[in-house]
């Protein structure tokens, strides 16, 4: 069982940086992938990016490719999301979860409850 709590959210004006921290419990947090997802109001869950359970790989959604970064650090138990140039349009609830390496949903076994990060213009 792993549990994984999302924090580093807020609100940001276009154009700046936030980054999100996702601290996981469990022994096991180096043999999952983690990937970050978002969901904004009125619209499906999306896939953000995802990384290898080495942090060897990563895999990034073309909408965010060279403005976020995901990176983790086995010896803490936490995944990051470094989010820079920020826009209006990334504006959503990010979840962080645990699983298997891929970009959908289902590749996922756990998650988090998620944490806002509101973009104005």
């Known amino acids: 069982q792993v549990q994984l709590v999302e924090s580093g959210g807020g609100t940001v004006q276009a154009g700046g940086s936030l980054r999100l921290s996702c601290a996981a419990s469990?022994?096991?947090?180096?043999?999952?992938?983690m990937a970050w997802f978002r969901q904004a109001p009125g619209k499906e869950r999306e896939f953000v990016a995802t990384?290898?359970?080495?942090?060897?790989?990563?895999i990034y959604a073309d909408s965010v490719k060279g403005r976020f970064t995901i990176s983790r650090d086995n010896a803490k138990n936490t995944v990051y999301l470094q989010m820079n140039s920020l826009k209006p349009e990334d504006t959503a609830v990010y979840y962080c979860?645990?699983?298997?390496?891929?970009?959908?949903?289902?590749?996922?076994?756990?998650w988090g409850q998620g944490t806002q990060v509101t973009v104005s213009s």
């Open positions: 979860a645990a699983g298997a390496f891929g970009a959908y949903g289902y590749n996922y076994y756990y």
């Open positions: 469990g022994r096991t947090f180096s043999s999952y992938a």
């Open positions: 990384i290898n359970w080495s942090g060897g790989t990563t």
